[in-house]
């Protein structure tokens, strides 16, 4: 089955502390992985993919085949920060995601 | 570049009403893709069109939804009857298919109420 957990619904952290968003993934192929971001009022856009290896607004993710996990991490979170995060993954050679349930982050002054 | 552009942005019907949504996407993007999402869900992908022709539609629930993407540009939903549990923003995206990029560009969304 082709499946993305985000078991958080809810990440709650204060300024400057570091965040990990968790992902994890079901596929028996290999996949190709993102994520999401939706800012209060704006509309869903793309953060970061995982074969471009990129620091996007000072977030990384780090695809781990063993443990099938894509978590996203920041090590100092700002206020604007805050949204919310999918994580998706594309199989195969399709156009197609599939998306987790999303967690919400809430950066704290 | 302009965005995806969705209408209308709200729409409230009844049960058993039909509602139909309306999907302009960028410029030139190929690739066009319809996503439910429940409040509390992530998107789930309805339909993906190439072109004016259907790539997957495996998960639309065809007795009451259809789509189309007439000349391959503009594409509509529609749901007809509409149930409670239809109650979702709809949303489009596109996407271009040149081999080397497949980000999705969103929409803003419908979000549908059905009562």
């Known amino acids: 089955a082709q499946r993305v957990t985000q078991p958080e619904k809810l990440l709650s952290v204060f300024k400057g502390a570091p965040v990990e968003l968790k992902c994890n993934y079901s596929y028996s192929g290999s996949p190709e992985l993102f994520w999401y971001v939706q800012y209060s009022r704006q509309r869903l856009q793309l953060l970061l993919r995982h074969i471009s290896r990129e620091s996007i607004k000072g977030f990384t993710a780090d695809l781990n085949k063993g443990e099938t996990s894509f978590h996203l991490k920041k090590p100092f979170a700002q206020e604007e920060d805050s949204a919310m995060y999918y994580c998706?993954?594309?199989?195969?050679?399709?156009?197609?995601?599939?998306f987790g349930q999303g967690t919400t982050l809430q950066v704290k002054p | 570049e302009a965005g995806v552009a969705q209408s209308p942005r709200y729409k409230i019907i009844e049960k058993r009403q039909s509602v139909a949504f309306w999907c302009n996407p960028i410029?030139?993007?190929?690739?066009l893709y319809w996503y439910q999402q429940i409040l509390g869900q992530g998107p789930k992908l309805l339909i993906q069109?190439?072109?004016?022709?259907?790539?997957?539609d495996s998960q639309l629930p065809k007795d009451r939804f259809s789509a189309e993407r007439l000349k391959g540009v503009d594409s509509t939903l529609k749901i007809q009857p509409a149930k409670l549990e239809d109650s979702a923003v709809y949303l489009c995206a596109s996407s271009a298919t040149d081999g080397s990029s497949y980000e999705q560009y969103f929409g803003p969304g419908t979000r549908l109420t059905v009562t």
């Open positions: 069109f190439q072109n004016n022709g259907v790539v997957d």
């Open positions: 410029s030139g993007h190929a690739t």
């Open positions: 998706a993954l594309r199989p195969g050679n399709t156009g197609k995601l599939i």
